[in-house]
């Protein structure tokens, strides 16, 4: 049974930082690429980013670009989200899940609970 | 404002078929790719619900179906139960980035 468990979030000052991690187990983690997918209170849902299988392709909705850096951990199983310079409109659940592709540019067939980031003075 | 557009809410009685519309643009939709549903039962994650515009993935009923034409995609639900009342989203790609619509809410009568 594919699992993803999202930890890492919690309370923080805007401007300050904050890494998030996603723990992946039942299938061959380095076989997908992977996303982080966010949903602001009362919001829909916004992708946040994606890396491919092997690192090599990255992408990044343009709010969080130049602040927010999507890696991976294939040894690990992990994949995380290290976010700078938080902004009170990064508030939000933020969600790990699986693509159906290596290359990341299917379907979302997995996903966490989510883990919840708040940002506020 | 969401790239995709979808009607904010839809309602329907038990045991009637409604749809759910997904608007795109020729960056999107109309430049070929493919479009997913996810269904959002109320405190749950997303989950899954059509792929690759038509294909329901193993667990999802008949009941449910998807279809592409042009700059549009549909989700159709036959046969309206109560535990369909949820959120629903469509997603699509666009200029690198993966889009979803602004989500429809389904409520059963």
């Known amino acids: 049974e594919v699992q993803l468990v999202e930890s890492g979030g919690g309370s923080v000052q805007p401007g300050r930082s904050l890494r998030l991690s996603c723990a992946a187990s039942?299938?061959?983690?380095?076989?997908?690429?992977m996303h982080w997918v966010r949903q602001a209170p009362g919001k829909g849902l916004e992708w946040v980013s994606g890396?491919?299988?092997?690192?090599?392709?990255?992408g990044y909705v343009d709010s969080v670009k130049g602040r927010f850096t999507i890696s991976r951990d294939n040894a690990k199983n992990s994949l995380y989200l290290q976010m700078n310079s938080l902004r009170t409109e990064d508030t939000a659940l933020y969600y790990c899940?699986?693509?159906?592709?290596?290359?990341?540019?299917?379907?979302?067939?997995?996903w966490g609970q989510g883990n919840q980031v708040t940002v506020s003075s | 404002q969401s790239v995709l557009t979808q009607p904010p809410s839809v309602s329907g009685a038990p045991g009637q078929r409604v749809t759910i519309s997904c608007t795109g643009s020729?960056?999107?939709?109309?430049?070929?790719?493919?479009v997913h549903w996810y269904q959002q039962l109320p405190g749950t994650a997303p989950k899954l619900l059509i792929y690759?515009?038509?294909n329901r993935p193993s667990g999802v009923p008949d009941r449910f179906s998807g279809s592409k034409s042009g700059t549009s995609a549909s989700l159709a639900i036959t046969g309206l139960q109560a535990e369909d009342e949820a959120d629903y989203y469509c997603q699509s790609y666009d200029s690198s980035s993966w889009v979803f619509g602004g989500g429809t809410k389904l409520t059963v009568l």
């Open positions: 039942g299938f061959t983690f380095d076989d997908y690429a």
């Open positions: 690759g515009n038509s």
């Open positions: 020729s960056s999107n939709i109309g430049a070929g790719y493919d």
């Open positions: 890396i491919s299988w092997d690192s090599g392709s990255i």
């Open positions: 899940a699986k693509d159906a592709t290596p290359g990341g540019l299917g379907e979302l067939s997995n």
